[in-house]
T-cell receptor, first 112, second 118 residues
Framework: DGGITQSPKYLFRKEGQNVTLSCEQNLNHDAMYWYRQDPGQGLRLIYYSQIVNDFQKGDIAEGYSVSREKKESFPLTVTSAQKNPTAFYLC???????????FGDGTRLSIL | AQKVTQAQTEISVVEKEDVTLDCVYETRDTTYYLFWYKQPPSGELVFLIRRNSFDEQNEISGRYSWNFQKSTSSFNFTITASQVVDSAVYFCALSELYSGAGSYQLTFGKGTKLSVIP
């Protein structure tokens, strides 16, 4: 079945450590996105990529980095510069920027 | 100022009641897109509907209906004869594509948590 796979489902980070969240899609979508969701809040856009080898900052990009070397993959690195990384992270993809997005199941990141 | 306001944080209804979820947005673009997504307890967001700014037709899909009114900048969502499976958090979102600058913005509201009680 086509869809988006995020891994791991749960992730723990130690102080000063970088961690990478995986996002893979087999929908042949050009656009991919990363969101952060905090309790009682809506989704906030971290980074988005319109096409392979291109990505743009969203509203809260500080402390995060991404790459888009393959169409299917859009990994997110939460760096040690992100002082409050505990949140639920959602990856999404769409045919283009104005089409509906398909979401993964999310990764819940916590600090040890 | 919020671009997308969902004033109802939580709503509880008894099964079979109708319920309307409000969404008010703010934009200066003439071309924009509005979305509704459902987030069940499992966490994955599910797309429900997209509406572009030039199409003010109301939409009905089964028990779901949407009322888009540009005059009041609102895009409200009604569930008729609610069911327990409708219990979820519902998000309204606004997509603005600035063709001149080539930039893109997608803003989600904070969501409305709907609980349908049997």
């Amino acid at each position: 079945d086509g869809g988006i796979t995020q891994s791991p489902k749960y992730l723990f980070r130690k102080e000063g450590q970088n961690v990478t969240l995986s996002c893979e899609q087999n929908l042949n979508h050009d656009a991919m996105y990363w969101y952060r969701q905090d309790p009682g809040q809506g989704l906030r856009l971290i980074y988005y990529s319109q096409i392979v080898n291109d990505f743009q900052k969203g509203d809260i990009a500080e402390g995060y980095s991404v790459s888009r070397e393959k169409k299917e993959s859009f990994p997110l690195t939460v760096t040690s510069a992100q002082k409050n990384p505990t949140a639920f992270y959602l990856c999404a993809s769409s045919i283009d920027l104005i089409q509906p997005q398909h979401f993964g199941d999310g990764t819940r990141l916590s600090i040890l | 100022a919020q671009k997308v306001t969902q004033a109802q944080t939580e709503i509880s209804v008894v099964e079979k009641e109708d319920v309307t979820l409000d969404c008010v947005y703010e934009t200066r673009d003439t071309t924009y897109y509005l979305f509704w997504y459902k987030q069940p307890p499992s966490g994955e967001l599910v797309f429900l509907i997209r509406r572009n700014s030039f199409d003010e037709q109301n939409e009905i899909s089964g028990r779901y209906s949407w009322n888009f009114q540009k005059s009041t900048s609102s895009f409200n969502f009604t569930i008729t004869a609610s069911q327990v499976v409708d219990s979820a958090v519902y998000f309204c979102a606004l997509s603005e594509l600035y063709s001149g600058a080539g930039s893109y913005q997608l803003t989600f509201g904070k969501g409305t948590k709907l609980s349908v009680i049997p």
